[in-house]
């Protein structure tokens, strides 16, 4: 195989990828509204990183980590620490952008999509130190 092959093969498996995740995104918005979440934003940029989805119920405002696999094996899935710190990170950005925000309490939350099932809500999934 040539590097232009091999690039080809990884700039179509990085597109497939991006295009699960989107997917993934919308699916996990649509159960946070049919479970009563306003969702302020999705896909939110900010120096420290992205966040996936931002929404809110009531005073509570709550920062989702989506995480999608093509299989059913959810062993792995878990986000790691160093993810979790770069989310809190983000997270205390975006509200301190926002004042209207900052009577909130924040909360983190993590969503797994599976192939043909429901997304997994995994409310409170990690607390910052």
Do not use: N
């Not at 997994?120 to 130190?129: F, I, K, M, Q, V």
């Amino acid at each position: 195989m040539t590097r232009s092959e091999r690039l080809a093969r990884k700039t179509q498996k990085g597109r497939s990828g991006e295009r699960l995740g989107r997917w993934a995104e919308a699916w996990c918005r649509l159960a946070l509204r049919l479970k009563g979440y306003r969702v302020l934003a999705s896909r939110c940029r900010t120096p420290a990183g992205e966040i996936d989805i931002v929404a809110a119920r009531g005073d509570l405002l709550v920062i989702v980590e989506v995480k999608a696999r093509p299989t059913e094996d959810l062993g792995h899935l878990a986000a790691s620490l160093a993810q979790w710190r770069r989310l809190e990170r983000a997270a205390g950005l975006y509200v301190a952008a926002r004042p209207r925000l900052a009577r909130h309490a924040v909360r983190f939350d993590l969503m797994i999509v599976r192939p043909r099932r429901w997304p997994l809500h995994r409310p409170d999934a990690w607390r910052p130190s």
